[in-house]
T-cell receptor, first 113, second 115 residues
Framework: SQQGEEDPQALSIQEGENATMNCSYK?????LQWYRQNSGRGLVHLILIRSNEREKHSGRLRVTLDTSKKSSSLLITASRAADTASYFC?????????????FGTGTQLKVEL | DGGITQSPKYLFRKEGQNVTLSCEQN?????MYWYRQDPGQGLRLIYY???????QKGDIAEGYSVSREKKESFPLTVTSAQKNPTAFYLC??????????????FGPGTRLTVL
């Protein structure tokens, strides 16, 4: 089963604009991670935010986490054509069945020149 | 993709045949994982191993088998019992210790097509 639902499913923006994608999840978490996947390739880890953190930055990336709403957002500022990829959130739960990494369905981002 | 290799990149198989996908890592990581990705979907966990000679089923283990005889290697066999095996298969590793709570490192993937 998939824990996360991402919104929007697809996003097309112009280079230089900001891109925001959202992730909602169902059960309590230990942490939430964002990954990027270029077409036909493996995933690359971007950022990890723990359940007791509200915001985290890494370069042009900003992630927020609202555990009361069970949601997270990923903001990419000043986007570039090279940011074109699919972005996935993944959660690590607290209980039962081990701390498995459960992925959302992903947002496809296209950054046009 | 770091120090994780998956081979082959593309694999074609006839219905009714078993096929083994290779995953090798030189990161000295304890934990290894296999995921399946279908078009437009997220990843689903097939099997994982946190230590040599031990592995556990993930969410969709039916029709798959694994072994973990060496720390560096975690091959996945897709058996004829897997009803819809056409998919993109991704192997990942994790240093271990904290287990799943740490970052996972992914290989480049193998695309399996059943003819």
């Amino acid at each position: 089963s998939q824990q996360g639902e991402e919104d929007p499913q697809a996003l097309s923006i112009q280079e230089g604009e900001n891109a925001t994608m959202n992730c909602s999840y169902k059960t309590s978490i230990n942490n939430l991670q964002w990954y990027r996947q270029n077409s036909g390739r493996g995933l690359v880890h971007l950022i990890l935010i723990r359940s007791n953190e509200r915001e985290k930055h890494s370069g042009r990336l900003r992630v927020t986490l609202d555990t009361s709403k069970k949601s997270s957002s990923l903001l990419i500022t000043a986007s570039r054509a090279a940011d074109t990829a699919s972005y996935f959130c993944a959660t690590v739960g607290l209980t039962g069945g081990g701390n498995k990494l459960t992925f959302g369905t992903g947002t496809q981002l296209k950054v046009e020149l | 993709d770091g120090g994780i290799t998956q081979s082959p990149k593309y694999l074609f198989r006839k219905e009714g045949q078993n096929v083994t996908l290779s995953c090798e890592q030189n990161l000295n990581h304890d934990a290894m994982y296999w995921y399946r990705q279908d078009p437009g979907q997220g990843l689903r966990l097939i099997y994982y191993s946190q230590i040599v000679n031990d592995f556990q089923k993930g969410d969709i283990a039916e029709g798959y088998s694994v072994s973990r005889e060496k720390k560096e290697s975690f091959p996945l066999t897709v058996t004829s019992a897997q009803k819809n095996p056409t998919a993109f298969y991704l192997c990942a590793t994790n240093p271990g210790g904290a287990g799943f709570t740490d970052t996972q490192y992914f290989g480049p993937g193998t695309r399996l097509t059943v003819l």
